[in-house]
């Protein structure tokens, strides 16, 4: 019997822009998260998430297999991206999981450190926690990236990381984990992304150093490199024909779905899949053999 296969878009997609931080709502066409050749076995029954930028793009799609996982999950987003992250809340709520939404911005300490403490309140402990929010925007050089920019991209990208694992690590037991989303960007460079590409690169060491640090008490930490994702981060920052060909230079031709990146985040949340497995970046990269 041939396996199961899935044909995913391929660009060039119709070309479009949105102002940032951009709606999964609107993009043509819509990124697929509900993974439907994957086959749930409860890895994660009884497990609690916190997921940033949950509401769209692979925040959404990880949330949702967590969610067919067992897993209930917290979900932060900024107040602009209210109608993504409702959608995902119902999608949550319809596999009979329980979904908070906790709008708010991750460059904000007291804003993380709320996040975490609501999570426990509603759950009663967390088990998980997924740094996924992301700020994007290319620049022709150096000389055009803004100290605004600079300040934003680093306070979003790797500071949100730290604010949150240092409000997280307290609240978590044995088995628990974090994972952190990389980037491609981040062990190979860009010369249009010099600072979204530096805090990739940042993030990679601070999953490995955290991973160090909490390995004794049983957290394990690590991360998820991707290539192209069709997601809103994307189109809120190319201009509308260079969104349209996003990821048609891979070797697949295509970029990934945020559906064919979830499941490395369960692989990671999941004590049975990767007990023994902390410290590493997992680079999903269409066929790229170079990253790591």
Known sequence: MAPRTMKEPKPPFPPQHQKKPGLESKLTPRPRYKAPLYREAGKLEGMKALITGGDSGIGRAVAHLFAREGADVAICFLAEESGDAEETAA????????????????????FCESAVRDTVAAFGTLDILVNNAAFQQHQDDIMSISLEQWDRTFKTN??????MARA?????????????????TGLEGSEELIDYSSTKGAIHTFTKSLARS???????????????????LNVADKPAKEAGKHGSDVPMGRPAQPEEIAPAFVFFASQADSSYI???????????????
């Open 91 to 110: 999608a949550i709520r319809k596999l009979e999981r329980e979904c908070i939404l906790l709008p708010g911005d991750v460059r904000d300490p007291a």
């Open 214 to 232: 909490l390995v004794e008490r049983g957290i394990r930490v690590n991360c998820v490199a991707p290539g192209p994702v069709w997601t809103p």
């Open 168 to 184: 997280a690590v307290p609240e978590m037991r044995a088995g628990s984990a974090i994972i952190n989303t990389g980037s491609i």
């Open 278 to 292: 902390t410290g590493e970046v997992l680079t999903l990269l269409g066929g790229e053999t170079v990253g790591g």
């Open 158 to 163: 790797i500071y949100g990381y730290f604010y």
